[in-house]
């Protein structure tokens, strides 16, 4: 039997009817999901309706059959089912990687005269957004409360993420170290988050990124549920 394309595994393989219309039927999943239920002739035309459990018989039924079985049916050959290429989680790290490209976007239209400061964390941006998306995963499904709440932690995760970005990048360029002046490396980074979250609460960020986290979470959740339903599969 030939092997299923990447992603395809067939979770159980029968075959159906007598030697004069015998046929194949197997069960396959995509991804960890159930996909779909394949029907396929070996001697004469394609069964037209789905056979009841108690018509399907294991392979090892074929060997009693009589020795004028086609040897198609003795190898067994169904054609795997299409499938899409592209894994949910692959489609969910590009949306995600998008939007890390626009939340550094809004970080820099923010900075002010601080932009300077903040290239650590506008470079860490990308895989801020790539956690947000995976984390997406988790956003709650009903509730505009527990919603409002996940994309507010989310917002303050990232912002200490994006904290320790800035900080990094201060302690391996010594942008910020005066003559004479001698910190530990970890002073810069601890002074970094410090700042990110304070500007965040104090000058109302947070208020316009909130319902913008909220959105994206929406939208990546959407992403994830689009890719666990079963998907049709094509002949």
Known sequence: ???APPGVGVLADYVVGAEEDLAGAFIFESE??????????????IPS??????????WADVARLPSGLP?????????????????????VIALSLASG??????????????????????LLAPFIGIGAGLASAAF???????????????????????????GMYDVLTGQHVADGWRRLPSVPVIEAVLATV????????????????????????????AGTRARPVAD
Do not use: K, Q
């Open 32 to 45: 960890g999901i159930l996909s779909g239920v394949e029907i396929y002739g070996l001697v004469g035309n």
């Open 198 to 225: 304070w500007g965040l609460t104090f000058t109302g960020s947070f208020i316009v990124l909130w319902p913008l986290a909220y959105l994206n979470h929406v939208l990546l959740a959407r992403a994830w549920e």
């Open 71 to 91: 040897a198609v049916a003795r190898v067994r050959t169904p054609r795997p089912a299409t499938r899409n290429r592209v894994s949910t989680t692959d489609r």
């Open 101 to 122: 490209v626009v939340w550094a976007a809004i970080a820099i239209g923010l900075a002010g005269p601080w932009l300077r400061s903040i290239w650590g964390g506008v």
């Open 49 to 58: 309706t789905l056979p009841s459990p108690s018509a399907l018989r294991d």
């Open 140 to 166: 709650p499904r009903d509730g505009r409360l527990r919603r409002a709440l996940f994309s507010l932690v989310s917002v303050y995760t990232a912002a200490v993420i994006f904290g320790v970005g800035c």
């Open 1 to 3: 039997m030939p092997e």
